[in-house]
């Protein structure tokens, strides 16, 4: 008499369990899960089973889920002799205990890199009234539930589940599972979705990048496109940043690069070699590159150093709706735009328009008629002293850089200034 119900189990639970002919007799004890996620990577396909039959010794079998059977104490039990296939190593699977257990991956919902101590499992019988049996994989423990079932495995069954039971769960369904190649050996980790992981905030991607071991963040990292590379590179220490872009050719880095705020390119940038760097930027648009390279050029300890030249000028005469189409056509952060820098015909800043002001007048009115009645500017050769002191004075959130003519050349950003502190 076989199952009628789900049951629910683990990888932990299972491991070792015994492998049962129709007679009863036990044919091997299970190694292995095997999973193909290119056809199903919601089941298990086949458990991996160590034979007991004379001569076999290390030899292990695949047996397809679809010949098995449970029992009504919960026995696997083959549904007749031939269900055995032939022998395998199973390189063409994803196997759970060798690929998942004890490997580092990421909580999406957490924000966090977690370790995988064991993998839930369901038991179910086949739908419509069907004979056939499944393994469905339902989630992955992540808390110290997992961590005890393993540590005390080789008790029995009942005695395990009423301690662990004790403890609150800690899991990741495994919809939300999904794998990426790390190396030739097939050992794999989670990969958040695209569509998840654009939704994340960088500082979020540049935690767990610094929490995952170098093997895990390098594949992670190579998973992300150009946009969202670019903000967590942003994001994180220079060491770690060259770490992030050693395994990756001058043209990917580029790409990355041409992403990134220029300001944070050229300090990148700067802490490579000459011939790293000159060969990424020769990868470079020819746009891009220049921009970068003129600020390669100023110490970063300077003002010149820190500041971005991705910003919004216009000249004097322009209206708000002229802003609001530049806003349109601006290729850099929006959200670190908190004015409009007005100039005039020979490039000098002759007022700053807050955006907010722009919200509250008409479509014609001059952006020169809405500027702040002060403007606070700096020098290109200050020293980050000084601009964070010029900061906290006047309490910015931008701040406007010139040459010794008055005419504009970038702007330091709130957060440049205070990643430059922390660094300190």
């Keep these: 008499?076989?199952?009628?119900?789900?049951?629910?189990?683990?990888?932990?639970?299972?491991?070792?369990?015994?492998?049962?002919?129709?007679?009863?007799?036990?044919?091997?004890?299970?190694?292995?899960?095997?999973?193909?996620?290119?056809?199903?990577?919601?089941?298990?396909?086949a458990l991996m089973v160590?034979?007991?039959?004379?001569?076999?010794?290390?030899?292990?079998?695949?047996?397809?889920?679809?010949?098995?059977?449970?029992?009504?104490?919960?026995?696997?039990?083959?549904?007749?002799?031939?269900?055995?296939l032939a022998v395998d190593d199973g390189d063409d699977f994803l196997l759970l205990e060798r690929d998942l257990l004890d490997q580092q991956i990421i909580d999406v919902h957490g924000h966090k890199v977690v370790r995988v101590n064991d993998v839930d499992l369901v038991w179910e019988a086949g739908k419509n009234g069907t004979s056939g049996l499944t393994l469905r994989i339902a989630e992955v423990e992540v808390g110290v539930r997992g961590a005890?079932?393993?540590?005390?495995?080789?008790?029995?069954?009942?005695?395990?589940?009423?301690?662990?039971?004790?403890?609150?769960s800690s899991v990741i369904p495994w919809e939300f599972v999904d794998l990426i190649d790390r190396d030739p050996s097939r050992r794999v980790k989670l990969k958040i979705e695209q569509e998840r992981l654009s939704r994340m905030h960088p500082s979020d991607i540049a935690d767990i990048?610094?929490?995952?071991?170098?093997?895990?963040?390098q594949a992670l990292f190579q998973s992300l496109d150009e946009e969202v590379?670019?903000?967590?590179?942003?994001?994180?220490?220079?060491?770690?940043?060259?770490?992030?872009?050693?395994?990756?050719?001058?043209?990917?880095?580029?790409?990355?690069?041409?992403?990134?705020?220029?300001?944070?390119?050229?300090?990148?940038?700067?802490?490579?070699?000459?011939?790293?760097?000159?060969?990424?930027?020769?990868?470079?648009?020819?746009?891009?590159?220049?921009?970068?390279?003129?600020?390669?050029?100023?110490?970063?300890?300077?003002?010149?150093?820190?500041?971005?030249?991705?910003?919004?000028?216009?000249?004097?005469?322009?209206?708000?709706?002229?802003?609001?189409?530049?806003?349109?056509?601006?290729?850099?952060?929006?959200?670190?735009?908190?004015?409009?820098?007005?100039?005039?015909?020979?490039?000098?800043?002759?007022?700053i328009t807050p955006l907010v002001k722009m919200l509250l007048a008409r479509g014609d009115a001059r952006l020169a008629d809405l500027t702040t009645g002060h403007m606070v500017t700096c020098k290109m050769d200050d020293r980050a002293k000084k601009v964070a002191e010029i900061f906290d004075k006047y309490n910015l959130r931008s701040l406007a850089v010139v040459n010794a003519d008055k005419k504009m050349m970038g702007v330091i950003l709130a957060e440049h200034v205070i990643a430059q502190l922390r660094e300190r």
């Design 209 to 217: 990048l610094e929490e995952l071991a170098p093997a895990e963040r």
């Design 229 to 351: 590379a670019a903000e967590a590179l942003e994001e994180v220490e220079p060491k770690m940043q060259r770490q992030l872009i050693e395994g990756l050719d001058s043209e990917s880095v580029a790409g990355i690069v041409e992403e990134m705020d220029p300001g944070a390119a050229a300090d990148l940038l700067s802490e490579l070699t000459d011939e790293r760097s000159d060969a990424i930027l020769e990868e470079m648009d020819p746009e891009e590159r220049q921009e970068v390279e003129e600020l390669l050029e100023f110490s970063a300890d300077s003002a010149a150093g820190q500041m971005t030249t991705e910003y919004i000028s216009l000249g004097a005469e322009a209206t708000v709706a002229d802003a609001v189409n530049a806003l349109g056509d601006f290729e850099g952060d929006v959200e670190t735009l908190t004015e409009v820098y007005v100039l005039d015909g020979k490039g000098r800043l002759q007022g």
């Design 148 to 168: 005890i079932r393993r540590l005390l495995k080789g008790l029995p069954a009942g005695t395990v589940d009423r301690l662990a039971c004790r403890v609150k």
């Design 1 to 45: 008499m076989t199952m009628n119900a789900n049951i629910r189990t683990s990888v932990s639970s299972l491991m070792g369990a015994a492998v049962t002919d129709m007679q009863g007799r036990t044919v091997g004890h299970v190694k292995e899960f095997a999973v193909a996620p290119a056809l199903d990577a919601g089941h298990v396909r």
């Design 50 to 84: 160590k034979l007991n039959a004379p001569g076999s010794g290390s030899k292990r079998s695949l047996v397809p889920i679809s010949a098995l059977q449970l029992t009504t104490a919960g026995a696997i039990q083959l549904k007749d002799k031939q269900a055995a």
